[in-house]
């Protein structure tokens, strides 16, 4: 809690007053103008200084004969998500693996973070999920025009059969515009119950119930990061295919 704090205060001191004027013209107006960045996007902030400065240090520090450990959980990562997005994207599927390598990350980090005592999960808060949700929308919907054209893309919304497509087309549309709501539902709604599960079990006097809470947090943290990314590589495969 003490490091989220700290963060927290050293963002405002530094950046608290741009960000402020920045959300002054844009139209939103914070509760406390001098400390307009909140403990949520402070952890934010932190994931994603952490995964550049891994990178980095990864891309600086290449090696073939004698790879270092940080070296090695990276490769070991991208073989996962490589592999997974080969089997469900397929040919062609280098160009998104970076994309969804990148939210599978950010999500986990940010679930984990509520493993630390007295830290709310930023995943737990609605904001966080809708921005990789509408992210992740924006996304794959990119790439599908970009893959298929703008008509081409189009026909996907419009059915096998032109006859139905004045029925399909807004089926498709509205469907496709709840998978922001389904995405940030479900990952939000699952962190914020982890979160009340940890409490209650450190709430509870027995060594053992915290750490069974912990374990409990740990996991559903490890399986919505897979969903969130598999989501995400079912969305582009989908946007990106040829019909035949």
């Excluded at 240090?57 to 290449?62: A, D, G, K, P, Q």
């Excluded at 549309?173 to 979160?195: E, K, P, V, W």
Aim: glycine share 8%; proline share 6%.
């Amino acid at each position: 809690m003490l490091a989220k704090l700290a963060i927290t205060h050293l963002l405002n001191d530094t950046v608290g007053g741009p960000v402020t004027h920045l959300m002054h013209l844009v139209g939103y107006h914070p509760a406390n103008p001098a400390a307009p960045i909140n403990d949520t996007f402070a952890l934010e902030f932190v994931v994603v200084a952490g995964l550049i400065l891994f990178f980095l240090f990864v891309r600086l520090t290449l090696s073939v004969e004698s790879p270092n450990p940080a070296q090695q959980i990276a490769e070991m990562i991208h073989e996962y998500t490589g592999g997974l997005s080969e089997q469900i994207i397929g040919t062609g599927y280098e160009r998104f693996q970076a994309f969804v390598t990148c939210i599978a990350l950010f999500v986990l980090l940010n679930n984990c973070a509520g493993l630390i005592p007295g830290v709310i999960t930023p995943t737990s808060q609605p904001v966080v999920p809708l921005g990789i949700a509408m992210l992740t929308f924006l996304y794959y919907n990119f790439h599908g025009v970009r893959e298929q054209g703008l008509i081409g893309y189009i026909k996907h919304f419009m059915g096998p059969m032109w006859w139905l497509a004045p029925l399909m087309f807004p089926i498709d549309i509205a469907s496709h515009l709840a998978r922001i709501l389904s995405l940030t539902i479900r990952l939000y709604a699952n962190m914020l119950a982890s979160d009340l599960i940890t409490l209650v079990a450190f709430s509870l006097a027995p060594l053992a119930v915290p750490v069974l809470g912990l374990g409990l947090h740990f996991a559903v943290s490890l399986i919505q990061a897979y969903v969130f990314m598999l989501l995400g590589m079912i969305y582009v495969a989908e946007a990106t295919a040829h019909e035949h």
